[in-house]
């Protein structure tokens, strides 16, 4: 049997050292670009628009119309409160409103619709969705006050009827993130991310 060259034992544990040090290397590569990807993929929250009302503004006094006629303050339809403007000819608007009220339903939010359609339009509508004509509102200048640009677009009001957060939405995700943002105690799911990316990548 050849004997083994008094060098070859640390040439060995010196390749072994290289090879580890290289998987430590490469695993910390797939780390960064795990937490890349996270923050690419970062829940999503509703898109929060430039016009309407300020967080914490109060909204309770605010008067609408019913589709019944009435003439109504915001603090009189419950709290907390989830407004949604949605409208018959906008398909994710459709698509969303059971969606909403199974969010409204778990969180134990009062849910009421609103548009700006013609009202005989709007009254088939709410007809057709199951919703009362006393908790839609159909109000052009609702929409005006509040800012509402593009549909669906949606409201969470507290307890208080002070606005907690809102933006457009189009999904699950986005609706529940109005309601994250009051547990959070901050203005939009997409500012507190912005604010934090920094610290999770140290």
């Known amino acids: 049997m050849m004997e083994m060259p008094p060098y070859a034992a640390l040439v060995s544990e010196a390749v072994l050292y290289l090879c580890v040090i290289g998987m430590g290397y490469v695993l910390f590569l797939i780390r960064q670009r795990l937490r890349g990807f996270a923050a690419r993929v970062a829940p999503a929250g509703a898109l929060t628009t430039a016009g309407g009302p300020p967080r914490g503004a109060?909204?309770?006094?605010?008067?609408?119309?019913?589709?019944?006629?009435?003439?109504?303050?915001?603090?009189?339809?419950?709290?907390?409160?989830?407004?949604?403007?949605?409208?018959?000819?906008?398909?994710?608007?459709?698509?969303?409103?059971p969606v909403a009220r199974d969010v409204a339903r778990v969180e134990g939010l009062k849910l009421v619709f609103a548009g700006e359609e013609e009202a005989g339009r709007q009254t088939r509508f709410a007809a057709r969705i199951g919703q009362a004509p006393s908790a839609f509102i159909n109000d052009p200048d609702a929409g005006r006050v509040l800012g509402v640009d593009k549909l669906p677009y949606a409201f969470f009001l507290d307890a208080d009827s002070r606005l907690v957060a809102s933006g457009l939405v189009n999904s699950r995700e986005h609706l529940e993130s109005l309601v994250i943002s009051g547990e959070l105690d901050i203005a939009s799911v997409q500012s507190y991310l912005a604010t934090h990316s920094h610290r999770s990548v140290a």
């Open 58 to 97: 109060s909204l309770g006094t605010l008067t609408v119309r019913t589709l019944d006629g009435q003439m109504r303050a915001l603090s009189d339809f419950g709290d907390p409160l989830l407004l949604m403007f949605v409208a018959d000819a906008c398909p994710i608007s459709r698509k969303l409103i």
